[in-house]
């Protein structure tokens, strides 16, 4: 079974621009969450994605945006990007979610992509 | 919301030692305690998790222990080796299901 996938790998861009990240779940998970990992820092909680609606976002601006769809791949968007947008941005995909039942999930993460913003 | 902190930041062991690494929980719902290990370049993988259902669970060299009524719980890694070497995270689930993260623990094991 395949695991978390997330794309491109890599980034660089510019203070100002946009990017698009791409994240694909594991087959069957409806839950796709978004996390950011600067340098030396722990994971902060961006963006939580189920059954297509946005669920919880965490403390970001609201230039950082995304969207879940039917098949249950995702994209966070990141408009005018800031030297201290700079980060491993992970994706990561549960089971949870209304049809799952759950109050717990557990997590499988993506690899990430790296955005470096000069 | 939960608030989750996780102690030390820092970890140096001999191997062959014993790590342990504390965190504490603020939302005394939360029912769910995953720990992750993130080695370096990699993404995060769950290691172990425990349900507050129960005050403890083993896998081979490693433990957790929860004691809900002091909102705390654990990470026991016995007998390090060095491939343990990595950074750990513990979670705590706030209502609704988001996970929120400790800072992180950067475990080095020293042959």
């Known amino acids: 079974e395949a695991g978390v996938t997330q794309s491109p790998t890599h980034l660089i861009k510019t203070r100002g621009q946009q990017v698009t990240l791409r994240c694909s779940p594991i087959?069957?998970?409806?839950?796709v969450y978004w996390y950011q990992q600067a340098l030396g820092l722990g994971l902060q909680f961006l963006l939580w994605?189920?059954?297509?609606?946005?669920?919880n976002r965490g403390n970001f601006p609201p230039r950082f945006s995304g969207r879940q769809f039917p098949n249950y791949s995702s994209e966070l968007n990141v408009n005018a990007l800031e030297l201290e947008d700079s980060a491993l941005y992970l994706c990561?995909?549960?089971?949870?979610?209304?049809?799952?039942?759950?109050?717990?999930?557990?997590?499988?993460f993506g690899p990430g992509t790296r955005l470096t913003v000069l | 919301g939960e608030n989750v902190e996780q102690h030390p930041s820092t970890l140096s062991v001999q191997e062959g030692d014993s790590a342990v690494i504390k965190c504490t929980y603020s939302?005394?719902?939360?029912?769910?305690f995953p720990w992750y290990k993130q080695e370096l370049g990699k993404r995060p993988q769950l290691i172990i998790d425990?349900?507050?259902?129960?005050g403890e669970k083993k896998d081979q060299r490693i433990a957790v222990t929860l004691n809900k009524t002091a909102k705390h719980f654990s990470l026991h890694i016995t007998e390090t080796q060095p491939e343990d070497s990595a950074v750990y995270f513990c979670?705590?689930?706030?209502?609704?299901?988001?996970?929120?993260f400790g800072q992180g623990t950067e475990l080095s094991v020293k042959p």
């Open positions: 425990i349900r507050s259902n129960v």
């Open positions: 087959s069957g998970h409806t839950s």
């Open positions: 994605y189920d059954e297509g609606e946005e669920r």
């Open positions: 979670a705590g689930v706030e209502r609704g299901g988001k996970l929120i």
């Open positions: 990561a995909s549960s089971l949870w979610g209304v049809t799952a039942g759950r109050d717990y999930n557990e997590q499988f």
């Open positions: 939302d005394s719902a939360s029912n769910y």
